[in-house]
């Protein structure tokens, strides 16, 4: 069976939900409150194991409560969980504040002890990222760290996806754009990166356009409710439409639904475009249930809503 390594993090996710969000300075009064598992990487890696996938997950928790939550999931939905190490600082968490109303929310990361995964301690594991299907990373890693496995998984000829996610307040050095064989950003992630205007589908194009200049071969830029721009290597430009599969609950998930559902996808021998589609389907569910890793769909659902 083919098999995606997803390196990155595991936060826990404290979320808030209210019947809107609050204004700086603002105290609000919430609805509700929830602990659960969180972190791109660990939220990406349970989307590829629900799709389908096997899946391989390599970060740092601490010797703390956080860090078990995030061991208990990972056994439950079959992840091997080998290459995690322990850190001698507290697993990290997460922020969410979510508008009940209309399904958006704000995030405030402190990443922990994932963030103490060193370049050297890549390296060490490189056998494991050689003999991957696909390797998928985000940025809630240190950036010295995610080009290192970029350049493992590179130099082994092991298909490579980055998620430049959360945003980053400086520009990605090219040397790391350009290890990514599918570069999946959003519209803000975009528009930083690029410091160009992406405001529809044109201007994703063109983005998708200068981030390929950089060194990206093939530019998967994700669009909301638009579904997803796919710019490839050969210059072809298509749109994949979003999946409505009911009311949208909160959003916070889906960006991580699409990464695992796509890098699922491609670890099965999927072409690009259908790769994609099958990421927007994963997306399209996660959307219209609470939380992060709790929302991401199932195989069955995600075939079921494709045809």
């Known amino acids: 069976m083919k098999n995606v390594l997803v390196m990155g993090s595991f936060v826990a996710d404290l979320a808030f939900r209210a019947a809107r969000l609050p204004a700086w300075g603002e105290t609000l009064m919430g609805s509700s409150f ?26 740092k928790l601490g010797d703390d409560a956080f860090g078990k939550i995030a061991r208990e999931l990972w056994a439950t939905d079959g992840i091997d969980a080998s290459l995690v190490g322990t850190a001698d ?94 570069f999946v950003p959003n519209e803000t992630e975009a528009a930083l990166l690029t410091g160009m205007p992406v405001e529809n589908v044109e201007q994703a194009k063109a983005a998708a356009i200068e981030l390929q200049r950089r060194g990206v071969r093939n530019v998967i830029l994700t669009l909301g409710a638009k579904g997803a721009l796919v710019q490839q290597a050969d210059g072809s430009s298509t749109v994949i439409a979003a999946f409505n599969a009911g009311p949208v609950v909160e959003t916070t998930g889906a960006g991580d639904a699409f990464c695992g559902g796509f890098a699922a996808a491609l670890a099965e021998g999927s072409d690009l475009l259908s790769a994609v589609r099958f990421g927007c389907a994963t997306a399209g569910i996660s959307v219209t249930r609470p939380g992060t890793a709790p929302s991401m769909p199932h195989r069955k659902e995600i075939d079921e809503l494709i045809k």
Not at 40 to 59: D, I, L
Not at 103 to 131: D, H, Q
């Open 89 to 182: 600082v507290p697993t990290g968490a997460a922020t969410i504040m979510i508008d009940q109303a209309r399904g958006e929310n704000a995030i405030i990361v402190v990443p922990g002890a994932c963030f103490t995964l060193t370049p050297a301690e890549v390296s060490a594991s490189a056998a494991a990222i050689r003999s991957a299907s696909v390797f998928l990373t985000q940025l809630e890693l240190p950036l010295d760290t995610v080009e290192r496995g970029l350049q493992i998984a590179r130099d082994a000829g092991v298909p490579t996806i980055l998620n430049p996610a959360p945003a980053p307040e400086r520009p990605l050095p090219d040397s790391l754009i350009a290890l990514s064989d599918y």
């Open 34 to 59: 929830a602990l659960g598992p969180g972190g791109k990487g660990s939220n990406q890696a349970v989307a590829c194991a629900r799709a389908g996938a096997k899946t391989q997950f390599f970060s």
